[in-house]
């Protein structure tokens, strides 16, 4: 560890650990519904556990990206955080907000949406998450004056994953239509934006522990972008198939698809 604030890692890691660890815990709470005979069938039907093992998911892998995130910024900006509290108040937050979210899934509070359940109170709790996580990252690159290529595609990635959220603020009474902008939500994460973060933190790994070269590994992250820009965006129409589009979204998300 170079820099002193790298340490917030630690405690991001360890949460995404233990949430991880339940998701387990529920996938498999939710497979014995199938291989039963389940004797907490009606203490813990299907729906409740396998909408927290799907959010747990949700929130582990984000809490992971973050905790890797400010392990990463600082040795690529050659500082350290602008505010190691700010971290710790966000994973606070956070954490509560996760908790909190599992133990109204127990009692059916939540809106039903797949993989976006969560009630407006934690959805406005993970907007301000972002937010703070966003400044903090921010003013620790502008305090620095270094922000590399590999910073500056995982930064798009967070802000766009941030963006992408924004439709799952809004409530919609036709099935449809809320179904068909779910998608972009949750495919443009996984399938997009997830893929840039990801990328920026291999490119990092790559640079350290192999050695790689920096402007070799740099040029092919600008491939990838590339390729998120293209085939994850236009990808999405995997998913349009059975949501009452029209059909020439068939051709475009099989090819788009399998580019990706
Ligand atoms: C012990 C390990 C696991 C078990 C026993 C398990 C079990 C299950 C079960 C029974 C379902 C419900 C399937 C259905 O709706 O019919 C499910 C759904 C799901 N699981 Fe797991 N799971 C495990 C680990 C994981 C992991 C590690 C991930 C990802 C990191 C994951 C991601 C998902 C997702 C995304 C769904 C929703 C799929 C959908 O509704 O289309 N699971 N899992
Ligand atoms: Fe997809």
């Given at each position: 560890m170079r820099y002193q604030?790298?340490?917030?890692?630690?405690?991001?890691?360890?949460?995404?650990?233990v949430l991880f660890?339940?998701?387990?815990?529920?996938?498999?709470?939710?497979?014995?519904?199938y291989i039963g005979p389940d004797p907490l069938l009606y203490?813990?039907?299907?729906?409740?556990?396998?909408?927290?093992?799907?959010?747990?998911l949700i929130v582990w892998v984000l809490t992971g990206f973050m905790g890797a995130t400010y392990w990463m910024i600082p040795e690529e900006s050659r500082a350290e955080l602008h505010s190691t509290k700010l971290a710790y108040v966000q994973l606070v937050l956070w954490t509560l907000m996760g908790v909190t979210a599992?133990?109204?899934?127990?009692?059916?509070?939540g809106t039903g949406n797949k993989l976006l359940e969560q009630p407006l109170p934690h959805k406005i709790v993970i907007v301000i998450c972002m937010l703070i996580f966003l400044?903090?990252?921010g003013m620790t690159i502008r305090k620095a004056g270094r922000f590399t290529t590999t910073e500056a595609v995982l930064m798009i990635g967070f802000v766009s994953a941030a963006l992408l959220y924004l439709p799952a603020l809004l409530h919609y009474?036709?099935?449809?239509?809320?179904i068909?902008?779910?998608w972009w939500t949750i495919h443009l994460w996984v399938e997009g934006v997830w893929m840039m973060i990801m990328g920026g933190f291999l490119a990092y790994l790559l640079i350290r522990l192999s050695g790689a070269d920096r402007e070799v590994m740099e040029k092919w992250l600008y491939v990838i972008v590339g390729l998120v820009f293209l085939a994850g965006i236009l990808g999405t129409a995997h998913h349009y198939y059975w949501v009452g589009v029209?059909?020439?979204?068939?051709p475009i998300g099989g090819v788009f698809s399998a580019l990706e």
């Open positions: 604030s790298q340490s917030v890692a630690y405690w991001y890691f360890a949460v995404a650990m660890g339940l998701q387990l815990v529920f996938g498999l709470l939710s497979a014995t519904k203490i813990l039907p299907f729906d409740v556990t396998k909408v927290i093992h799907t959010n747990l599992i133990i109204g899934y127990l009692f059916r509070y400044y903090n990252i009474e036709n099935y449809t239509v809320s068909f902008y779910r029209p059909t020439y979204w068939l």
